[in-house]
């Protein structure tokens, strides 16, 4: 009789640790510039408002893989395991992209009230620049810390 109820015992036991354990969600959309274990994992508790991670760009997304996973949960000592290596979650930042052309538009306008000619080409160094802003975010650019030289048509923005 005795062996029955230290199984008994021992099964509510492992029923409750798996109930305190946090659960991988299958997916993560921030629209904050961190991500917190809450949003990570469910049944977090009371680290559920912990930070664990910055959050990708606007309109950006990165997947975590079990590994990095099993390494921060441990460290934060949440109650997680991988069940196997193909784990993961994906997080995802909702924002718009803000291409080449509209920063050129807006390049253009500016130069102009700086006194380049209403034709001038643009040409950037490196890459084309690209702007990932949140989906709250008022439209339009603001050029700032505009410099423009006349006589060499350079300039910094």
């Known amino acids: 009789m005795r062996i029955p ?78 069940s196997s290596r193909f784990d993961r979650i994906v997080v995802d930042r909702p924002g718009r992209i803000v291409g080449r052309e509209a920063i050129s538009e807006a390049l253009r306008d500016a130069l102009r009230l700086e ?12 890459r084309a620049p690209e702007l990932s802003v949140p989906l709250q975010a008022p439209p339009g650019l603001d050029i700032q810390s505009l410099s423009y030289d006349r006589a060499t048509g350079r300039f910094s923005a």
């Open 5 to 82: 109820s230290l199984l008994l015992a021992a099964a509510i036991a492992a029923t409750a640790a798996a109930a305190d354990a946090a659960t991988l969600r299958p997916s993560a959309t921030v629209d904050a510039d961190v991500v917190r274990v809450g949003d990570i994992f469910e049944d977090a508790g009371h680290l559920a408002e912990a930070v664990i991670a910055p959050a990708p760009r606007p309109g950006r997304r990165y997947v975590l893989d079990a590994n990095w996973l099993a390494d921060n949960a441990r460290a934060m000592g949440i109650d997680w395991r991988p």
């Open 115 to 126: 006194g380049a000619p209403a034709g001038a080409g643009i040409e950037y160094a490196g």
